[in-house]
């Protein structure tokens, strides 16, 4: 790896994708195992909960680590990483206890009666798991790549060998998941010694008071923002049986390169657009853009293609009807590719962020009850993608309007458009006419 040039930006990249990778893995050996869908079910409710009790105060906090750590001098970091821990550390455990409390009128309400699968385990998961998220974006500000690369493969690789091994030897979610729940443990295990080698073990109230200041727009706009996950998952336990959920959850999959790669870039741009004068990273930033459309692109008209015949291939006959989920999320590449709200974050404009996803998470919740009632599960998927794209557009208009940067500024525009107008005709052409 030595002669492998490996920057922050590539690093974080192979990182997200690796994850999916990982629990793409695992979802196929999952359903080639024999377990059942039923089972697959309550595994993908389990991640579910834990989701969304966790990833959008953990998400905010990492995008509020970003700028405030570039800011702050070379005696000051140490001690913001250790006190970002211990606030991920306080959220986790408040988050493990509130599920506690709250997981039978939870079943009842949100998950059709269904008990939430194991709640003590899916507890303490929460507790280890939720603060480990962290150790990349520690080996990010510290630039250590390939530390990132080197922990990616690690962690990953156990996971999938802890998670599907037991499905394939016959075992059920009574093995699966306290074998999930040991490898958030490795992982938080592996962040105590990253801690102890780039921290400063110094409790700062202060600092504290001062992040959460910062912080709450952000992850209040992240709980709006990444809720659409979970708003859909929602719906549809409360509306259709595990097993309907499961072929779902297994569509709505979005195409892993433009969700991981464009979050990645978005994390990983932050540091130089928070700086006064943007117009070098502003330039980067378009070029990596324009480097993304020549790879997400064409790869979703391909799998757009492609998706009915490969998913009972990959998956079962059972999955056949989660390709048309996963069709319909690949059409979010065409938000996904657009960076407005990158740059309102590390310019800490984070109330305009607040008020996109306010619209977007009510536009995503009224659209996805109409539709789900007239068109089943694919209405769910559809009022995703529309809310998400106006969200975006928003977000545009007031990076124009509030900071004078023009979306040509960070976007190749006239590319954006033929190839959005390329893939929204290959869905029709897929959907409506050869199937």
Not at 35 to 45: C, L, R, S, W
Request: net charge positive.
């Amino acid at each position: 790896m030595k002669n492998i040039k490996i920057t922050n930006v590539n690093a974080l990249q192979f990182f997200q994708i690796a994850r999916y990778g990982a629990l793409m893995l695992i979802g196929i050996l999952l359903a080639k195992s024999g377990i059942g869908k039923t089972a697959i079910g309550h595994y993908e409710t389990f991640l579910l909960i834990s989701g969304a009790f966790t990833l959008f105060w953990v998400n905010g906090f990492l995008k509020v680590m970003m700028p405030v750590y570039t800011e702050k001098n070379e005696v000051q970091r140490p001690v913001i990483i250790f006190n970002i821990f211990l606030l991920l550390l306080f959220f986790s455990i408040l988050a493990a206890v509130l599920m506690l409390f709250i997981n039978q009128p939870f079943s009842v309400i949100l998950l059709k009666g269904n008990q939430v699968p194991m709640p003590v385990i899916l507890a303490f998961y929460i507790i280890f798991n939720s603060p480990s998220l962290l150790t990349e974006y520690i080996y990010l500000v510290k630039k250590l790549p390939k530390h990132i690369i080197v922990y990616a493969l690690v962690v990953f690789s156990v996971q999938i060998i802890a998670v599907a091994l037991p499905a394939l030897l016959g075992h059920g979610l009574n093995v699966i998941l306290p074998s999930l729940l040991g490898v958030s443990m490795l992982r938080f295990i592996w962040l105590l010694v990253v801690l102890y080698q780039h921290s400063e073990r110094k409790v700062q109230f202060s600092f504290m008071s001062e992040f959460l200041r910062y912080g709450s727009p952000l992850v209040l706009a992240t709980l709006l923002s990444s809720s659409a996950r979970y708003i859909d998952g929602f719906i549809i336990t409360s509306h259709f049986s595990p097993d309907e959920f499961a072929v779902f959850q297994y569509g709505a999959r979005e195409l892993p390169l433009a969700m991981l790669l464009s979050n990645s870039l978005s994390m990983a741009m932050l540091p130089s657009l928070a700086r006064e004068k943007i117009d070098s990273p502003l330039a980067e930033f378009r070029s990596e853009v324009y480097r993304l459309f020549w790879i997400l692109f064409p790869v979703s008209i391909l799998l757009m293609f492609t998706s009915h015949w490969f998913y009972p291939l990959v998956f079962s006959a059972e999955f056949a009807p989660a390709a048309t989920i996963f069709n319909i999320y690949l059409l979010l590449v065409i938000s996904r590719i657009l960076f407005p709200q990158t740059i309102l974050t590390a310019k800490k404009m984070n109330r305009s962020i607040v008020r996109a996803s306010f619209f977007e998470i009510t536009l995503n919740v009224g659209l996805s009850l109409i539709l789900v009632q007239i068109i089943g599960l694919e209405g769910v998927a559809y009022a995703t993608v529309l809310a998400y794209l106006c969200e975006k557009v928003y977000l545009a208009i007031v990076c124009k309007r509030k900071l004078k940067i023009s979306i040509m500024q960070y976007l190749p525009f006239r590319l954006y458009i033929v190839a959005s107008v390329l893939l929204i005709v290959s869905f029709i052409i897929v959907e409506f006419i050869i199937y």
